[in-house]
């Protein structure tokens, strides 16, 4: 079975652009959360989707948004970077499989703002 | 509101010994607790979970936790570490159904040779 995937791997930006990253869950999930990490805050939510709605959302501003598609990929967009944006960002594929709730992160995609 | 207390940001503790990490956590209802493993350039992998039932539980790699719940604890242990457990290790909470992961800051385990 093939696990989460994310792309792109790494990504250097620079401030005032966008950028666009992607998530595959896995096979049967519906779920999809991203997560930001960096070393001053840690892991932090920014949103799930379901079913391609939104079912919840994390404190963070406008500029961060996603979506889901009906394969349920997910991709979240962050607009205007700003230097603080630089991060690891996880996304985590959650479903019922064989009769057991079940999460898997993927390896992340680490973003870079100079 | 949740929130997850991790008390040590750093544990360097030298092979075969056993080791503590500790967890603490501040929820106003029921919670679902969960201890992940960073290892470099990594995701997380999920080491274990308490959801409900039998307040110790076991995980991959021979880690444990139990569950504390008049002292909102969740402490992870392992009776005796390997060099491939020099991680990054965090604690998490949920309130279960939909409710999103609130995780803590992570503790850095170093294992010593």
């Known amino acids: 079975k093939a696990g989460v995937t994310q792309t792109p791997r790494y990504l250097i930006k620079t401030r005032g652009q966008q950028v666009t990253l992607s998530c595959s869950p896995i096979?049967?999930?519906?779920?999809v959360s991203w997560y930001q990490q960096t070393p001053g805050q840690g892991l932090q939510f920014l949103f799930e989707y379901f079913s391609e709605t939104q079912r919840n959302k994390g404190n963070f501003p406008g500029r961060f948004s996603g979506r889901q598609f009906s394969n349920s990929r997910s991709e979240m967009n962050v607009s205007t970077l700003e230097l603080g944006d630089s991060a690891l960002y996880l996304c985590?594929?959650?479903?019922?499989?064989?009769?057991?709730?079940?999460?898997?992160f993927g390896p992340g995609t680490r973003l870079t703002v100079l | 509101a949740q929130s997850v207390t991790q008390l040590d940001s750093q544990v360097p503790v030298f092979e075969e010994a056993p080791v503590e990490l500790r967890c603490n956590y501040s929820s106003s209802v029921s919670v679902y607790l969960f201890w992940y493993v960073q290892y470099p350039n990594q995701g997380l992998q999920l080491l274990l979970k308490?959801?409900?039932?039998?307040?110790l539980v076991k995980g991959i790699n021979g880690f444990e936790a139990e569950f504390n719940k008049s002292q909102t604890s969740f402490h992870l242990r392992k009776p005796s570490v390997h060099i491939s457990d020099t991680a990054e290790y965090f604690c998490?909470?949920?309130?279960?159904?939909?409710?999103?992961?609130?995780f803590g800051k992570g503790t850095r385990l170093s294992v010593i040779a």
């Open positions: 998490a909470v949920s309130e279960g159904g939909n409710t999103p992961l609130v």
């Open positions: 096979s049967g999930h519906r779920s």
């Open positions: 985590a594929s959650s479903g019922r499989l064989a009769g057991r709730d079940t999460q898997y």
């Open positions: 308490y959801l409900s039932g039998s307040t």
